[in-house]
Structures are given as C-alpha cells and as structure tokens.
C-alpha cells in the first residue's frame, strides 16, 4: 500500500478525508503508476486502457486527470503517490466521498 513519509516518522492516516484518500491514491492511483514506471506504457497507451464499465464517471474522470499528471511527473513513482495523496488530503482535489 502506499506510504506516507513525513521526514523520518511514518504518519498513518488519522482522519477519514485521511484514510479515503490513503485507499483511492492506494487504489486507483497505484495502478497509474504502474502504467507508466512498472509496465512502461507510453502516454497513448495509459490514457486508451479502458475502464471498467461500473466505475463512476467522478473515478474514471480523476483517473484521466492523474493519467496526465503521472506523465507530465519526472520523480519517481513514490514521491508522485504522495504527492497525490497529500493534494487529495488538502481538498485539492474535486472528489465526492459517496
């Protein structure tokens, strides 16, 4: 799962904006990570992967924006998942917690 480092002190989620954030950047945001540093997938390739038919258009829209974001990113895969992760924990990330 993701790790979330605060100089060296691991901080696990206390809130639950927190531990949301912590599953969906986990989750859903892991698996862009893994389109571009583990499978080496060109941009084109990461953004025609389809998703699945009963993900939510809200999931599927912050999908697309990350796909973007991952590949403008020149770290690397950890600093970019909490990286996302922090931006989600301050709100500023449009997401809907239903």
Known sequence: MLAVASG???IMPQTAREQWCYQLVGKYARQI??????????????????FPDE??????EQMTRWVDKAYKFT??????????????RKE???LQLN
Do not use: H, I, T
């Open 8 to 10: 060296e002190k691991f």
């Open 33 to 50: 990570a893994m389109r571009k540093w583990g499978n080496g997938l060109s941009f084109e390739q990461a953004r025609d992967v389809p």
């Open 55 to 60: 993900m939510p258009s809200w999931l599927s």
């Open 75 to 88: 770290g690397g895969p950890g600093e970019w998942l909490l990286q996302e992760y922090n931006a989600c």
């Open 92 to 94: 500023q990330v449009s």
